[in-house]
């Protein structure tokens, strides 16, 4: 299988169990900590490692023992981060707030020297270059995003989006121009298309229009509800998968790590589609947005 560049957050996640917030001026225990490596670039590119994909991280940490904490993670998850950098102070932080029916909380701190600068991707031109394909997480700086994407296409390596560019300025519609593949949640799928995906009917017709962009498939959350898949040849909808939510946090992670497997497979995109919402409920199971898939390798 051919490897996987992403570009994303790192960060250290912080979720945090318990059974209401307290009121202000007042205190409530938590029912279950964990500390992990988070960020949504290191969730997908655990994912990708778990399900059988060579895959490398651009990233930054900060100087701290947070930052070497992190990196040691994601080696013994399997991640090569020798394109993750070290600068600033601080390491990001994400505190995942988790109560029960669903009802989560972010706090975040993400330190500007932690985002991906264009001077990282550069650096990490190899890697791209020698890639199959590139996801590019859409929280970070649209200019480094851009560059990647820019790289990726020049090499003749997948791009891959995941989340809506801005709607002003260019450069958000010249990264949609770029992709070959663009994922959204219902949030992102919104600002990407200007409509609200309250349906199957509305999803369609707003996949069709992102279509028409230059993407080749676009994958669009219908909130509550689950996913359109659509090519210029095909389109179908796969409902959430029937299983307990507990979080779904780090879901979309999970669902676009599987959809990147199954395409450098070659499988039929009705299996991957399948598997892809499949991995997504697995991970909403369970507290935080790391994953927990099986590698079919």
């Known amino acids: 299988m051919d490897s996987v560049v992403v570009l994303g957050q790192i960060a250290r996640d912080l979720v945090l169990t318990l059974d209401g917030l307290p009121e202000p001026g007042s205190g409530a225990p938590v029912t279950s900590r964990r500390e992990l490596l988070g960020g949504k670039g290191a969730n997908q590119a655990v994912a990708l490692a778990q399900l059988g994909a060579e895959v490398a991280l651009v990233g930054a940490v900060g100087a701290d023992e947070v930052g070497e904490d992190l990196l040691r993670q994601a080696i013994a998850d399997g991640i090569d981060v020798s394109a993750v950098v070290r600068r600033g102070e ?73 989340g809506a560019p801005p709607t002003t300025g260019t450069h958000g519609a010249e990264l949609v121009e770029e992709a070959h593949v663009i994922r959204a949640d219902a949030r992102e799928a ?54 307990p939510v507990v979080d779904t946090t780090g ?47």
């Open 90 to 162: 601080d390491s990001a932080l994400i505190v995942d707030v988790l109560e029960p029916d669903n009802r989560w909380r972010y706090l975040e701190h993400i330190p500007r020297e932690t985002l991906v600068a264009e001077e990282d991707v550069l650096a990490a031109e190899k890697l791209i270059y020698d890639a199959g394909t590139v996801l590019v997480q859409l929280q970070q700086p649209v200019a480094t995003c851009l560059t990647a994407a820019r790289l990726a296409r020049t090499a003749g390596v997948r791009v891959v989006l995941d």
């Open 190 to 243: 919104e600002q990407l298309t200007g409509s609200r995906l309250d349906d199957t009917d509305t999803a369609f017709a707003a996949a069709r229009e992102v279509l028409r962009r230059g993407p080749e498939l676009v994958v669009l959350e219908v909130s509550g509800q689950g996913n359109m898949f659509a090519t210029n040849e095909d389109e179908f909808f796969v409902p959430l998968a029937d299983a």
């Open 251 to 297: 879901a979309g992670d999970a669902l676009i790590a599987a959809l990147v497997v199954g395409l450098h497979r070659g499988d039929p995109l009705p299996e991957i589609a399948a598997a892809s919402v499949a991995a997504a409920g697995k991970t909403a199971g369970h507290p935080g947005g790391r994953p927990s898939l099986a590698s079919r390798r």
